[in-house]
Nanobody, 127 residues
Framework: QVQLVESGGGSVQAGASLRLSCRPSGRMTSMYGMGWFRQAPGKEREFVAMVTNRGNIEDYGDSVKGRFTISRDDFTNTVTLQMNSLKPEDTAVYFC????????????????????WGQGTQVTVSS
């Protein structure tokens, strides 16, 4: 089964930038969108950003708008999350996700809209 592989996490100071990348471990026969979620200790998994196939639609969680940018390479199915002006509250495990089961139905910011997930990569921002 194809999985998603994330990279690029790390520990930085507030105000710094990080770039996360995610790619499938093999060939995915269908792909309708990819997204990033994050989960801090003791909290629910939170929507961060998503982009549809061909990159024609993007959306962001309110807490990251204006600071994070998602981009996608349709040829390689790689998605990148550029995170600027990081804050301590951005500290979390970041998960990449893909939707392979059809077009979104108004639910692109929901965990259950995605059917393939990565293992997660830790991002720690210190003040």
């Amino acid at each position: 089964q194809v999985q998603l592989v994330e990279s690029g996490g790390g520990s930085v100071q507030a105000g710094a930038s990080l770039r996360l990348s995610c790619r499938p471990s093999g060939r995915m026969t269908s792909m309708y969108g990819m997204g990033w979620f994050r989960q801090a200790p003791g909290k629910e998994r939170e929507f961060v950003a998503m982009v549809t196939n061909r990159g024609n639609i993007e959306d962001y969680g309110d807490s990251v708008k204006g600071r994070f940018t998602i981009s996608r390479d349709d040829f390689t199915n790689t998605v990148t999350l550029q995170m600027n002006s990081l804050k301590p509250e951005d500290t979390a495990v970041y998960f990449c996700a893909a939707r392979t089961s059809g077009y979104y139905r108004g639910n692109h910011d929901r965990v259950n809209a995605y059917d393939v997930w990565g293992q997660g990569t830790q991002v720690t921002v210190s003040s």
